[in-house]
């Protein structure tokens, strides 16, 4: 059964860049079946969409977050990365890593906290 596994800090200071990976396992990023998305969840707030790798290695980003946000994927250790730069507290949230099919994504990171604080 395929899973994600988020790592990273989960503390970064603000203007600084947050860095986090996710690692497939059971499964390939190459898979033309499949996308592969991060998704953060801020505290009170509802789940926001920030971009997606498709198996071509193409990318899309959230055009709020594009001027901040690469995407990147090893498929030599089957895992995908996350960059975020110039934190600020706004990006407090919940960061989860999630496996699309067919318009919804359907397995998802147990999602890992990250707190911009000085």
């Known amino acids: 059964q395929m899973q994600l596994q988020e790592s990273g800090p989960g503390l970064v200071k603000p203007s600084e860049t947050l860095s986090l990976t996710c690692t497939v396992s059971a499964g390939s990023l190459t898979s033309s079946s499949y996308t592969w998305a991060w998704i953060r969840q801020p505290p009170g707030k509802g789940l926001e969409w920030m971009g997606r790798l498709r198996h071509n290695g193409m990318i899309s980003y959230s055009p709020s977050l594009r001027s901040r946000t690469s995407i990147s994927r090893d498929t030599s250790k089957n895992q995908f990365s996350l960059q975020l730069r110039s934190v600020t507290p706004e990006d407090t949230a919940v960061y989860y890593c999630?496996?699309?099919?067919?318009?919804?994504?359907?397995?998802w990171g147990q999602g890992t906290q990250v707190t911009p604080s000085p």
């Open positions: 999630a496996r699309g099919l067919n318009w919804s994504y359907d397995v």
